[in-house]
């Protein structure tokens, strides 16, 4: 069987790639939300809060040792406070560091310590974004996540280098996604954002992403990783 542990189930990318996922009786799918929305026998549904670190650091992976395969999808994120530095809200921002930064690396720690010595497949796939690549105003503490997780990411990708049974791993931009997070970014006071018009006209002209083709991305990525040679990946290219 494959074991597949994915975090942001309950909606948007992670929940189209858990579709996807299920489609393979093979697959056995651990989603880690606060909510959940997909009921199918081999979703098994974690209930974690991301912000809540404590939590996070008591959270263990089962063991797996007959798996085929492993994977771990670092997919949940916030879009955080969007407005320029000086106007944000304490909370707002330790909420996306927890969520965005914090969490995973705990749990991708976690999840390492857990896993490394299995000699079956194991992939790390992070949800990234153009925001961990350039910078977008009134979004910083979204791009400085972003960036830092897959910087995480890429040193892990280096270190495995060391190991027996190294982990493959994959930082993949995945464009822009009709989810609600976009919903989210077309709601914002146009006064706390300059680029707020560009996003309007992307969501008017039909030009978003659908989740799902995110999704069919993905496990096509998790299934045939030796066509994918590259860590850092951007779908739009
Ligand atoms: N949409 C885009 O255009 C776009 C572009 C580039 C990258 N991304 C990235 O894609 C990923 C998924 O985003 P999306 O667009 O699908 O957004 P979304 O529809 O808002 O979904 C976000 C997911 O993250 C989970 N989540 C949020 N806060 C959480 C918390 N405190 N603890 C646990 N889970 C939490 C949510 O689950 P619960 O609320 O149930 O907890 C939800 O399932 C994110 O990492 C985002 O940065 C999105």
Redesign the pocket.
């Known amino acids: 069987m494959n074991y597949y542990y994915v ?9 189209a790639v858990v579709e996807e996922l299920l489609a393979d009786d093979n697959n056995i799918v651990y989603g ?5 929305t997909t009921e199918h026998k081999n979703y098994h549904p974690i209930t ?5 670190v404590e939590a996070v650091k008591s959270f263990r992976f089962e063991e797996h040792s007959e798996a085929e395969k492993i994977v771990l999808i ?6 955080g406070h969007v407005a320029q530095v000086g106007k944000m809200y304490n909370e707002k921002i330790v ?1 996306s560091y ?3 930064l914090l ?1 995973p690396t705990i749990l991708i720690n976690q999840f390492m310590r857990q896993f490394q010595d299995y000699a079956c497949e194991k992939i790390l796939l992070n ?5 961990a690549r350039h910078t977008i105003p009134s979004w910083s503490t ?1 791009c400085t996540t ?1 960036t830092g997780i897959e910087m995480f990411f890429q040193v892990i990708q280096d270190e495995q280098q060391d190991f027996d049974h190294p982990f493959k791993v994959y930082s993949v ?10 919903d ?1 970014i077309r709601e914002v006071e146009p006064e706390n954002f300059r680029e707020l018009d560009r996003f309007i006209q992307l969501k008017k002209e039909g030009l ?2 659908d ?1 799902k083709a995110v999704g069919k991305k993905f496990v096509d990525i998790l299934e045939h990783p030796g066509n994918y040679p590259k860590t850092l990946m951007d779908l739009r290219d």
Do not use: C, F, W
């Open positions: 975090t942001g189930t309950s909606r948007g990318i992670g929940k880690i939300s606060r909510n959940h974690l809060d991301l912000n809540d670092n997919n949940a994120g916030v879009l909420q927890n969520v965005n969490s949800t990234s974004s153009g925001a979204y972003k931009a995945p464009g822009v996604v009709d989810t609600e997070m976009q989210e978003l992403v989740p």
